[in-house]
C-alpha cells in the first residue's frame, strides 16, 4: 500500500494490497533470516483483512477455526514477532493492531482513526515529530520514541453523515 489515504477510499483494492502486505512481509523476513511461520502469516493476514486495528482477542476465534492453538499468549506472541519485525503497528488508543504500509523502511507515522467505522490510516507525521520535539527541547525534555493517534471521522462517515 503505497498511499497512507487509499484506506479511506471506496474504490479500495483491499485484496490486492493483502497479497502486496503478505509478500512484502515473506521477503523481509527471508531478507532478516526469520521464519515467518503459518501462525504468523495468518495472523498477519488478518490484521490486513481490513483497515480497522484488530485486537488480539478478535484474532482468536480464526486461529482455532484454522486449527491453530487459539490462547492469548499465541496470539501475543505471533504480535509481538510482527511488530519486532515492522510489519504491524500497536495501536494504544485503541490496544489493537494495524498493517504497516511501510514494513521495512524506516518512517515516521501517526495514525488517524475513524471514530464512527474505526479505519485506521497512517500518515506521515515527520513535521509534527519535529514540531514535538523541538518544543521538547525547549522545556529541557529530550524525546525518545513518539507515538500519534488522532481520532476523528475519515472521508466516507463524513460523506454519509452529510447525505
Same mark, same amino acid.
Given at each position: 500500500?503505497?498511499? $497512507?489515504?487509499?484506506?479511506?477510499?471506496?474504490?479500495? /483494492? =483491499?485484496? +490486492?494490497?493483502?497479497? +502486496?502486505?503478505? /509478500?512484502?512481509? *515473506?521477503?523481509?523476513? @527471508?531478507? #532478516?533470516?526469520? #521464519?515467518?511461520?503459518p501462525i504468523r502469516e495468518l495472523v498477519l493476514k488478518l490484521v490486513w483483512q481490513s483497515h480497522k486495528p484488530l485486537g488480539a482477542y478478535e484474532i482468536l476465534p480464526a486461529l482455532a477455526?484454522? $486449527?491453530?492453538?487459539?490462547? %492469548? %499468549?499465541? !496470539?501475543?506472541r505471533a504480535l509481538d514477532f510482527l511488530q519486532e519485525q515492522g510489519l504491524v503497528h500497536r495501536i494504544a488508543l485503541l490496544n489493537a493492531f494495524i498493517g504497516c %504500509?511501510? %514494513?521495512? @523502511?524506516?518512517? =515516521?507515522?501517526?495514525?488517524?482513526?475513524? *471514530?464512527?467505522?474505526?479505519?485506521? !490510516?497512517e500518515a506521515d507525521s515527520r513535521d509534527a515529530e519535529a514540531l514535538i520535539s523541538q518544543q521538547a527541547s525547549k522545556l529541557g525534555f529530550t524525546t525518545e520514541q513518539q507515538s500519534i493517534e488522532v481520532l476523528g471521522c475519515c472521508p466516507n462517515c463524513r460523506e454519509h453523515a452529510e447525505e
Open positions: 500500500m503505497a498511499s $497512507g489515504t487509499i484506506a479511506f477510499e471506496s474504490h479500495h /483494492d =483491499h485484496n +490486492q494490497c493483502i497479497e +502486496q502486505a503478505m /509478500d512484502e512481509a *515473506r521477503s523481509l523476513c @527471508k531478507a #532478516r533470516n526469520q #521464519r515467518l511461520t477455526e484454522a $486449527g491453530f492453538n487459539s490462547a %492469548p %499468549p499465541t !496470539v501475543y %504500509p511501510h %514494513p521495512g @523502511k524506516s518512517h =515516521h507515522g501517526c495514525f488517524l482513526i475513524c *471514530r464512527h467505522c474505526n479505519t485506521a !490510516v
